[in-house]
């Protein structure tokens, strides 16, 4: 039997990475050393206290449901030291109706929208941005409007200029602060117009806070739920994976607005069955020692965005250095008239380098590269050396 993909599958966005795996694969035939710095994914491992926590959960033999469902044997630690984490970190104070613990953030981005969009709903996310946001919706039977992020305008959403219809029809709106993939930051104040857009025309605001704790120079990035009142209009996707090295572990929460919460509650009970709980426990463990795990990670990644940056500006770029997210964000060379794609192939051809073309990211993408900073100085060396001996 030939099994055709449903509509949905079909609607979903062509992997625009395909074309960029097969000419490295062609690359390394030709006997070029092919080198990535296009994923983002942490290359340093989860710290010790975190690892030793999950060991001694795991082998825990007074826990008699430690290999059990982690929904029919939930463990309160985690829950509360993400309740803990908020109260230190921002200064809010959640309540228990105001938390669900998720797998990971994709995983609650792409589940979410089931709980709150029907058949034919409309919500709103970034462009350029992370393409979870649009698939959530076409798995919901919904579609999306994207809002461009402007570099002009700071790469944030600009609300005024979101149609009245779309303001009117659409229920769910998308933000990502620190973003990925521009680096953008917001302040209070954004997140305080976002909240009065939410309010004013009806709309749940999604803040995806993957990289809040990815922050340097001092710089201390602010969470939605600051915003006075914005549980009443704001949820917020939080995550492990990128700030504590634990990308595989699946571990973060989505807090705010009480209603969300049971809708993604009830999403989860139907489609998983929680996450294992000595992974509870470690990621319990992880964001209440917080301030000692996270400063000398982002130390590495202060260091290889320093290089990063005065690498390209040495170059003929001239890019400011972000002060959020593990990624450079830069435009594309003039000669390739905006095209990203063209500009990561000839890179590609030319040098090995892999980096990720911005068109990936949606229409508004085009024209910039991506560069992440999960991987060694002296992997991000050699890569910017021969971006440097390409002529551009
Ligand atoms: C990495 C990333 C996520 C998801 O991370 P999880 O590992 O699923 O928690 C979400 N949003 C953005 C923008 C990301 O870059």
């Known amino acids: 039997m030939d099994i055709q993909p449903s509509e949905r599958l079909k609607q979903l966005p062509p992997y625009l990475f395909a074309d960029l795996r097969r000419k490295a694969a062609e690359a390394r035939a030709r006997g070029v050393k092919v080198i990535r710095i296009d994923i983002g994914d942490p290359d340093r491992p989860t710290p010790d206290p975190v690892v030793a926590e999950l060991l001694r959960a795991v082998n825990d033999p007074a826990d008699p449901d430690r290999h059990r469902y982690g929904c029919d044997a939930p463990v309160e630690q985690f829950p509360q030291a993400v309740r803990d984490f908020y109260r230190r970190r921002y200064g809010v104070t959640l309540a228990a109706n105001e938390v669900a613990v998720t797998g990971g953030s994709k995983d609650a981005i792409a589940q979410f929208p089931m709980a709150v969009l029907n058949p034919g709903d409309l919500a709103i996310a970034p462009s350029p941005g992370y393409p979870t946001y649009n698939i959530g919706h076409v798995f919901a039977g919904a579609s999306t409007h994207y809002a461009p992020l402007r570099e ?169 250095k972000p002060k959020g997210t593990i990624y450079v964000w830069a435009r594309v060379p003039g000669r390739y008239k905006g095209s990203s794609a063209a500009f990561a192939t000839d890179l590609l051809e030319k040098t090995g380098v892999i980096v990720t073309p911005g068109l990936g990211y949606g229409q508004w993408g085009e024209g910039y590269f991506r560069i992440s900073l999960t991987y060694g100085e002296d992997v991000l060396t050699e890569a910017l050396g021969r971006i440097g001996e390409m002529r551009l």
């Open 152 to 320: 002009a305008g700071g790469f944030l959403v600009d609300f005024d200029a979101i149609p009245p219809e779309v303001c009117r029809q659409a229920k769910l709106l998308w933000l990502n602060y620190p973003n990925s993939p521009t680096t953008a930051t917001a302040d209070l104040d954004f997140f305080r117009s976002a909240v009065e857009f939410g309010r004013r025309h009806n709309v749940l605001i999604c803040h995806d806070n993957a990289y809040g704790l990815n922050t340097y120079d001092g710089y201390v990035a602010p969470s939605i739920l600051q915003v006075p009142g914005a549980a009443e209009v704001a949820v917020e996707f939080f995550s492990l994976s990128k700030a504590f090295n634990m990308t595989g572990w699946r571990a973060g929460a989505m807090v705010g607005n009480p209603s969300a919460v049971v809708g993604l509650r009830t999403v989860k009970e139907n489609t998983d069955n929680g996450t294992l709980r000595g992974i509870q426990f470690a990621a319990a463990k992880a964001l209440d020692s917080c301030e000692q795990i996270v400063p000398p990670i982002n130390e590495v990644y202060r260091r290889r965005r320093d290089l990063v940056v005065d690498a390209l500006n040495a170059h003929g770029w001239s890019l400011a």
